[in-house]
Each structure stands twice: as structure tokens, then as C-alpha cells.
């Protein structure tokens, strides 16, 4: 695979003049459609959104940033909102403070948007769709990264991230997991960049500043750290090799290069993440105490009423909890939306259900006779330890707590895209040559309309 001796087939598409005038077209498409979302959603039907938008408010009405405390979790009064009173009016949401441990960077760029605008919930949603943006362009750059010379997997891989119907309904409501995965995307594209030695020493401390951002912006995030230590390790030790390999040269050049050790490039990407980060930690630890250094202990204190794993299995056994932990995550994956609480049609399911195990199996045709390549190289030790480090994640923070929901899944939501877009185009191998761009597009459309169909004949009508 990648352009290694095992090659990812043309199609059609790759004769295009530019793969970027496509790539404008789903950002197009995206924008568009995430726009709607943003308008159209009823207010605050999005999970957790008045607690990320009482954060936004809090922020830029004292200038200082909030602190989680006991009692800003109102389990009775959430579910009063949620399932009873479907977020009347009548009912403030102010109460809904249990968001305020949440890192600061999303909340204290949204500031400006909020004091322009006085506060508008939509133009707080028009900003995380235009963040949710620079994920579809990164999406494209990491596949471009890894097949060069196949626009047709990075075209597909944005479509993908661009398309999925709850990732475009969580992109349109206001909470950090946009930030999250544009800092994350742009982390790994800077990571696929440096295992393709398509990087330039004096830009190392670009990783170091995204991956602090990346680190005041959401807690999930932190699964890019041992993947940047990954990457370093791999590539300061691809280097180690090149220099022996060419040890009897003397040029001024690879002088120069020698000159940085790798405890030199290590330091270039530790030190502005550390200076980003070390401040929001040492404050944390002055609020909530040593070692709470992200919040998420006090937290976990203070969202009493959440329904723990423990108390589900002591409620209804592990057969109950297993049955929805499969269901909602894949559900929700693809499209349960509002607070959960609006499902599509079973058939919806059914269809994304065997689209996914069609794409499963034509992933699996296309790896397995490359398995030894794939296992060996860089680039695929990366995309499948994102995943896999995503998934952990998941797993781990449902052992704690009632979370079935495939939104989690996201920040792995590139290499996901990617895996899918070359499991089908493994099919259309099958397809005379002229058809294949046509049968691989056919998804991605089918997607977009779903998008419409789900905003305005699930969402909107359950919702209002």
C-alpha cells in the first residue's frame, strides 16, 4: 500500500486535473449542510450544550474562568429538561454548570463570538461548524499522506468526516469536541509529515504548540501524546540509521543536521507543549487540589445521580449492559440524536449496519495480503494505534460511568474514514473501470441525503 510494493489501485478519479477543486466541493457540501444543523437544531438539543454555553457565558461575562463545584450537577433537573419538558422555555438552563472542569481553550476563543453577536446561540454553532471544517481539510491532508499518489482515498476520507449524519449534528452544536478534533487532525498531520521526513527541523516546535493547545482543549485529546512520543521515537531513530548509513560523508549540511540530537528535537516539541499546558495544570491543582491537575476528579465528585456501570449491571446484569453498549454506540455512531433521545428508523440502521460490514470486508480483502507491510510501516502503526487508543479510551470511561455513545468515537473519526473509504473502493475493483467513481461516490451522496432527511424529518419534528 502507500507507494510501497504493494500499490493502491487507480481509479478514474485520480486522472483528475485537481483533487482540491473536489475537496472545495465537499467542504461546499459540509458547510452547507452544518449550517442548516446549526439553525435548525431546536435549541440546546445537543448533548450538553447549555453547560458548554454557560461556560462561554461565564467566561466572558467575569473574565475569569469558572469552577466546578458541588451541586452544578442537577440529575433530576436535567432529566425534567431532557425527556419531560423537551427544553421549554419556561425552564432555565442556567443551573447547568457541570461542564465548567472543561479545559479553556475552546470556551476562550468562543469568547469574541459571544460578545459580538450578545450571545447568540447560533452564531456560537456557526463557529464550531467552521472548526468542524478544518477537519474535513485535515482528514483529506493526513489520507494525501499516506497515499500521495491517490487523491481518491483522501477525497473519500472527507467525505466521510464531512458526511456521517451525528458527527455533522455534533459539529453544529456548541461544545470543544470541534477544537478537539481540528487540533488532534492537525496534530497527526504533522506526525504523518514527520515519519515522511517532509519536515523540517525548525518546524518541530509546531507539534510542541498544537499539541498544547490540543492539551487546554478537551481531555480525550491526550491520546495524542503517546502518539507524537511514538512518531519521535520512530523517526529519531529512522535518522540514527541514515547517519550511520552516510557517516564517511562530511558535507557542512549533514553536520548541520547532526547537530540536533534527539534529546534536541524532543526538547523543540516538549517545551512550548509544557509552557501551554503547565499553567491550566498548576491552577487546577490550586483549585481542586493535588492530583487533579484536569478537573475530572472533582467531576466525577460532582455528577451525582449519573448512572454508573456498577449500577447497571446491579440493576439489570451484564447481558443488559453488553446489549446496549453495542446497540447505542453503534447507533449513535451514525445518528441518535438530540440528548439521545431521537433514534432513526430501524431500517436506517439495517442499511448502515450492512454498508459497515461491506466496508469491513473490503478492508480486510485489501490489508490481508499486505498484512506483513502494514504491520511494518510507520504510517499504518499510527492510524491503527489512533484508533485503538480512541477506542481504550471509550471502554474506559464506560467502566465508570453510562456513556453508550459512538460520538466518543470521533476523535478517531480520520483513520475510521479512511478504513472505510478503502474497504469499498475494494469492491468497485469488481466494477468495469468506467463505473468504479460513480459506485464509490454512491455512499457519500446517500449520506448527504441522509443528513437532510435526518435534520428535518427526525430531529426538527421530534424536537420542537
Not at 461542564?99 to 469568547?111: I, K, M
Not at 526538547?267 to 503547565?278: D, E, S, T, W
Not at 439489570?316 to 447507533?331: A, H
Not at 469491513?360 to 510501516?377: D, E, M, Q, S, V
Amino acid at each position: 500500500m502507500s507507494d510501497q510494493p504493494h500499490r493502491f489501485n487507480e481509479i478514474s478519479l485520480n486522472k483528475l486535473r485537481s483533487p482540491y477543486a473536489w475537496l472545495v466541493l465537499i467542504l461546499v457540501v459540509y458547510l452547507t449542510v452544518g449550517a442548516l444543523y446549526a439553525v435548525y437544531t431546536p435549541p440546546w438539543q445537543v448533548p450538553d450544550e447549555p453547560a458548554h454555553y454557560n461556560y462561554i457565558h461565564a467566561l466572558a461575562s467575569t473574565g475569569q474562568f469558572p469552577i466546578i463545584e458541588m451541586g452544578d450537577y442537577d440529575q433530576t433537573y436535567l432529566t425534567r429538561l431532557v425527556f419531560e419538558e423537551r427544553f421549554s422555555p419556561d425552564l432555565s438552563i442556567a443551573p447547568l454548570t457541570y461542564e465548567d472542569w472543561q479545559p479553556p481553550l475552546y470556551y476562550a476563543l468562543a469568547v469574541p463570538v459571544f460578545l459580538l453577536t450578545g450571545g447568540s446561540l447560533i452564531a456560537l454553532r456557526l463557529f464550531s461548524v467552521l472548526l468542524g471544517a478544518g477537519v474535513v481539510v485535515f482528514a483529506f491532508l493526513i489520507a494525501r499522506q499516506v497515499f500521495p499518489r491517490h487523491p481518491i482515498a483522501a477525497l473519500g476520507t472527507a467525505a466521510f468526516v464531512a458526511c456521517v449524519p451525528q458527527h455533522v449534528a455534533m459539529m453544529a452544536g456548541v461544545n470543544n469536541d470541534s477544537l478537539a478534533e481540528l487540533l488532534m487532525a492537525a496534530v497527526m498531520f504533522r506526525v504523518f509529515q514527520i515519519s515522511n521526513f517532509r519536515f523540517q527541523i525548525s518546524n518541530w516546535g509546531i507539534v510542541g504548540v498544537l499539541l498544547g493547545f490540543g492539551l487546554v482543549t478537551k481531555l480525550s485529546f491526550y491520546i495524542a501524546v503517546p502518539l507524537v512520543a511514538w512518531a519521535l521515537i520512530r523517526r529519531l531513530t529512522a535518522d540514527g540509521g541514515r547517519r550511520s548509513a552516510v557517516s564517511s560523508q562530511s558535507s557542512n549540511a549533514l553536520v548541520a543536521k547532526q547537530k540536533w540530537s534527539p534529546i534536541s528535537q524532543s526538547v523543540l516539541v516538549l517545551v512550548p507543549a509544557l509552557l501551554i499546558a503547565l499553567p491550566w495544570w498548576a491552577r487546577n491543582i490550586a483549585v481542586y487540589g493535588w492530583p487533579d491537575f484536569m478537573g475530572q476528579l472533582r467531576h466525577n465528585a460532582v455528577v451525582v445521580g449519573q448512572p454508573t456501570s456498577a449500577w447497571w449491571i446491579e440493576q439489570y446484569g451484564w447481558g443488559d449492559l453488553l446489549r446496549r453498549f453495542f446497540t447505542f454506540t453503534f447507533q449513535s455512531f451514525w445518528g441518535q440524536f438530540g440528548w439521545m433521545t431521537v433514534p432513526m428508523a430501524p431500517r436506517y440502521y439495517w442499511v448502515l449496519g450492512i454498508l459497515s460490514l461491506v466496508a469491513l470486508i473490503g478492508f480486510i480483502g485489501a490489508a490481508w495480503p499486505r498484512r506483513k507491510y502494514l504491520i511494518t510501516n510507520t504510517h499504518f502503526q499510527l492510524l491503527g494505534a489512533w484508533v485503538l487508543l480512541n477506542v481504550l479510551m471509550y471502554l474506559y470511561y464506560n467502566l465508570m460511568f453510562v456513556q453508550h455513545q459512538g460520538r466518543y468515537l470521533f476523535l478517531a473519526l480520520v483513520p475510521i474514514g479512511l478504513a472505510f473509504t478503502v474497504g469499498l473502493r475494494q469492491w468497485t475493483l469488481l466494477l468495469p473501470r468506467a463505473w468504479r467513481s460513480a459506485a464509490l461516490v454512491l455512499p457519500y451522496l446517500g449520506l448527504v441525503m441522509l443528513d437532510l432527511l435526518a435534520l428535518f424529518r427526525m430531529i426538527v419534528p421530534s424536537l420542537q
